[in-house]
């Protein structure tokens, strides 16, 4: 599919691209880069944000004129942290777009993430079973485990250990819930913290890696998603999306 006729249909940030489009639900598969905000957090925010255009909180949508001087409107259905790369969807159809948050919230979307973090001395395929909480530390939200919370489900297969010195390893990652920072809590908790974290990361492994590679993002990357929607007539159609792992992450695996 040639996606370049879609670079002027919504304006987003330069260092993101569109990836895939599917014209019958008006749905934009992105791939979003580090350190880009899926959404403004305040409307005086200075950051960048996945779309460079007004943001309403409440109705969760972007707006802005095209060059007819016409408004148009771009919905997120879901969200992925500023640090973490990959894979986003937005939908320009209203109806479709709460579709779409419905198959989130009954957890019928299914994603797939690449995470770099130190090696681990054993490791064995499994599902990761967790009850996280939100804390206010100074002012900023943070997830604690524990015997309270809400579930946090994830199954998790080792992907590779690279042949480097940096002793680390790729894993991957497909949470069947939607936890805030989900993912990096539970690498960390079971002694595998994401490479780059810097809220529940090893501090010390980090600057290592940076000095001897000048990476210094997170290195999480959402990689595949898939879901179904069902459109005008009552049929069903599956949807799939991939994005390759980024250039800056791959040289750590060497």
């Not at 990836?19 to 791939?31: H, K, L, M, R």
């Amino acid at each position: 599919m040639n996606l370049a006729k879609y670079d002027q249909q919504i304006p987003l940030d330069r260092e993101c691209r569109i990836i895939g489009y599917d014209q019958s639900t008006q749905v934009f598969a992105i791939e979003k880069a580090s350190g880009v905000l899926t959404h403004p957090n305040s409307a005086s925010t200075k950051q960048r944000t996945l779309l460079s255009a007004h943001y309403d909180m409440d109705e969760e949508k972007y707006s802005w004129k095209n060059d007819a001087g016409i408004t148009e409107f771009a919905y997120l259905v879901h969200r992925l942290d500023s640090p973490t790369s990959g894979i986003i969807l937005v939908c320009l159809n209203q109806a479709i777009s709460l579709q779409l948050k419905q198959a989130f919230f009954a957890q019928k979307v299914n994603k797939t993430y690449l995470a770099i973090v130190r090696q681990p001395s054993s490791f064995n395929n499994t599902v990761w079973r967790d009850k996280l909480y939100e804390v206010r530390e100074k002012g900023k939200l943070r997830m604690k485990w524990g015997t309270k919370g809400k579930p946090a489900i994830t199954e998790v297969s080792l992907a590779n250990i690279p042949a480097s010195s940096h002793r680390l390893a790729m894993l991957i990652l497909r949470p069947r819930t939607g936890r805030t920072h989900q993912l990096r809590v539970q690498c960390a908790k079971r002694g595998m913290p994401i490479v780059g974290d810097r809220t529940y990361g090893d501090f010390s492994l980090n600057r290592k890696v940076e000095q001897k590679t000048k990476v210094s993002r997170l290195c999480l990357h959402a990689c595949e998603i898939s879901y179904e929607l069902q459109l005008d007539g009552g049929q069903k159609k599956t949807f799939f999306y991939e994005s390759s792992i980024p250039r800056s992450l791959g040289k750590l695996l060497k």
